[in-house]
């Protein structure tokens, strides 16, 4: 167990007996080896200097007792405590192993816990309902797949956030490298981008697009000038979803064809027409979905049937090798092989598009041969079809290299969609296409309700300008590729790290029985390493299509310190899955 303490304040109790009040205390005994502690947390009225004011609002401060058995020792960073002490945690940032007291995990009460790197906002206290109680309304008033969907077997109950941090209702703070599902680019509550929401609020909320209104137009310039010629024409929506349902209405009017491709893993939404380009079991139900979808193999160098040590655009490869010569790649034209095989065998001689993301998300941050795009794209246009790049995920400058995935395979897509980053937590999506393909569209009559609010264009423009001004692009290409090497090095030391991928801060570690087979760890496993990893104090993803990748996405305001922190979490996470082994 490790006690971290920053701005503390030591008082000596028994003058004082007044400041805890006995219906308000809370009593935690722990016994751990040689010493037994007790704490006891009280409440006093704050002496902060904003709440402390006439008319600032009623607030108390917590106050934490510690009471040792003599010749106890309790080890921190700023003290050792001896005897019977107290200290008031009004303005200290208490972190309990993970800022979680004693939760029941493989890393209980140890004391070489990983140390989280100091934060300065602080968080309001949380004074809603009782998990119990949120517990209690969430099984009976939201929908079954609420509870289905709910990571850990332990939930954090998520109470606010501020950049790369988030506190729970007890004031436990996490780094965040999951950033919503890959949703919060700029950071949680980022300061520039709430100010912006905030005076939109005050001018105008909502109307819809049957109306001018000058937000609009504003972000649709802006983001257009984000992308190359002709990509200039642009439909705004409220998700990823329904953005990719829109490019295969507009892909099949505008080819006059039908058939679209993408690969097999892929997730492009939840809607019953989307559902038919997903290609994962998980995320299907057993109804008739969009016809017209073929799933082709996807170019997966390190799981699938090829793959080597040179084949992708990452800082790290691969640990296959192979016999390929520098700008030649045989796992490329086995996978474009295959591509073609379908086109004689599964398809028609003419075909509406060909989906694909970047980088594949939800597929397992699955990357592909280098020239892959490339040769895909040139296959598909020579069939009539026309080529649609998924940026949900990889958009916004996330790869760093580019402000956009397709940018790193040197391709020109005729179609991009976007959503997640695009308001960092806003519900907003856009399509961006060509004249010529846009034109398809007039066929008929399309209206979007709530896509290109007022509100959503401020908070989007905003999101734009601060990745800009902040730097954020040119931080995921340095603190991404740092997270990429030291996670390297652990896959070097550990059997069971079967994969590090990625670019920039859209990483994923593939976890494997071996580095031989390469079977997926089985879901048991990765979910202990998960568990233990959330009760460290951090929060990642899983994802794959046999659950198998940690996914590793943050807001793109992370730095070098919090990937030491993370690096030394997932270390112990995955010692401690070795020794449960």
Known sequence: MQLSLAQHTWRDCSPRPQTHTPNTDVTRKHSCGVWRLQLVIGWRPSTHPTYGRKGAGRRRDPVLFIMFSPGSVLVGRSACLRGKTCFSLALTRFHLGSGAACQKSAFKCQTDLPEMPPCDFQPQEYVGMSKERLMEIRRRNCNPMTMKITNYKRPVFIHQGF?????????????????GVATVSVGHCHPKVTAAAEQQLKTLWHTTNIYVHPSLQEYCEKLASHLPDPLKVIYLTNSGSEANDLAMLMARLHTGNYDIITFRGSYHGGSQQTMGLTSNSSYKYPIATSSGCTHIMCPDVFRGLWGGSHCRDSPIQTVRECACTPGHCEANENYIGQLKETFATSLPNRVAGFFAEPIQGMGGVVQYPRNYFKDAYRLVRERGGICIADEVQTGFGRTGSHFWGFQGHDVLPDMVTMAKGIGNGFP???????????????????????????????????????????????????VGTYLLEELAKLRDQYEIIGDVRGKGLQVGVEMVKDKVSREPLPLEAMSEIFEDIKDMGVLIGKTGVYGQTFRIQPPMCITKEDVDFFVAVFNKAIRGQMHRQ
């Open 163 to 179: 950049m790369q941090w988030l506190w729970d209702v007890d004031g436990r703070r996490y780094l965040d490298l999951f950033a």
């Open 428 to 478: 907003l999506g856009a399509l961006v296409t060509t004249p010529e393909i846009a034109a398809s569209f007039g066929k008929a009559f399309h209206f979007n309700t709530f896509g290109g609010s007022p509100l959503a264009c401020t908070v989007a423009s905003s999101v734009l300008d601060t990745i800009h001004h902040d730097g954020f692009q040119e931080n995921s290409v340095g």
